[in-house]
């Protein structure tokens, strides 16, 4: 694998989940595989889990460990080609990304979608400039339009946990306070097409996905009549996609926030959620609290899918 952006980087995917659950078991069996060999990880965004499950499986394959906040301390970058560079950003990324390659054997980037430009953000203009200018291996801890490291980390988490061959997978949106990309639920979308679940989405109207991920998936409207039978409920909340709404919030109706009384309708399905996440807005307190919640498993699993893809780029 040179670069790793989607699913179908993935390549099989029942042969990858099988693999990773073996890393799983023995994580430090390839440390010698990454000697020498240095990870860069670029944030243009914050993060707590994959900062620190990408840096984890970077070490744990031997690599030495670089992380650059392009926020905190480095100049502010021209993104644009063109521009007049009269302003505040010092630095154009068209020089940062090949130096940035010079001192590093792959790049993990991250860089949300901006909502500016819809254009701009699922064209993926950023993580695509690293692809084409770095001239070393890329991969996305969560690029504009999707993050596949965490949709990986999921599949992997419902493959330990379920109970039945093809279990129903109900992804859902809740509100938020903040208009969040639609990253999570895209990758989602797009790795439980590929597997073998029975999978259904449910949102309000207007908060239709981009077709290139939900494919043929099952939209149903009514949350209640989705959440019947589940056996794992995906809570997350994005922005509309459609236009001429793209990236605003359409509503914070709080009857969709996860409660008792949607999980009641479930076949006691174990709820899942990427986190960060704000309790009593997307969750209730007692439903993340409960037995039947896999957050903290779900995020233990970002440093087995990371360490999966690094594993395949480096072994290149
Ligand atoms: C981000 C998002 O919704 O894409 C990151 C999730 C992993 N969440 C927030 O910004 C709160
Ligand atoms: N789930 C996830 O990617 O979390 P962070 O934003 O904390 O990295």
């Known amino acids: 694998m040179k670069h790793f952006t989607n699913v179908k980087d993935l390549g099989n995917l029942q042969q990858a989940v099988k693999e990773a659950l073996e890393i799983k078991k023995n994580r430090f069996a390839y ?5 020498n060999k240095t990870l860069l990880m670029v944030f243009f965004n914050s993060s707590l889990r994959t900062r620190l499950s990408t840096q984890k499986a970077g070490m744990n394959l031997g690599m030495n460990t670089i992380v650059l906040d392009i926020n905190q301390g480095a100049w502010k970058l ?25 001192y590093c054997d ?32 890329v991969f996305s801890m969560e690029a504009a339009t999707g993050h596949p490291l965490q949709a990986f980390a999921d599949l992997i988490t419902i493959e330990e946990y379920k109970k039945t061959k093809r279990p129903k997978v109900v992804l859902t949106w ?26 259904v989405i449910t949102h309000p109207k207007g908060y239709e996905l981009a077709d290139k991920f939900v494919r043929g998936a099952r939209i149903e ?4 009549k989705a959440f ?10 994005w922005a509309a ?20 009384r949607q999980m009641a309708v479930t076949n006691n399905a174990y709820f899942m959620h990427c986190l960060p996440v704000r309790r009593n807005m997307i969750v209730t307190d007692d439903v993340i609290e409960s037995l039947q919640s896999i957050v903290i498993p779900e995020a233990a699993n970002r440093e087995i899918s990371a360490q999966w893809v690094i594993k395949k780029i480096i072994e290149q």
Request: glycine letters at 6%.
């Open 174 to 199: 809740a509100p938020h306070p903040r208009a969040l990309p639609q990253a999570v639920p895209n990758s989602f979308a797009d790795f439980m097409n590929e597997a073998e679940v029975d999978f």
């Open 106 to 137: 792959v790049i993990g980037v991250r860089a949300f979608a901006q909502f500016e430009d819809k254009a701009y953000d699922y064209n993926e203009t950023i993580i695509n400039q690293f692809i084409e200018h770095s001239g070393k291996p």
């Open 241 to 260: 996609y459609s236009d001429p709404n793209y990236g605003k919030i359409l509503s914070t109706d709080r009857s969709w926030t996860v409660s008792a």
């Open 228 to 237: 019947e039978n589940a056996d794992f409920i995906y809570a997350k909340n």
């Open 31 to 35: 440390k010698h595989l990454g000697e």
């Open 78 to 102: 021209e993104t644009e080609r063109g521009v007049i560079m009269d302003g505040d950003k010092p630095e154009h990324i068209l020089e940062a990304i090949p130096v940035m390659g010079c």
């Open 221 to 224: 409207y009514d949350q209640m």
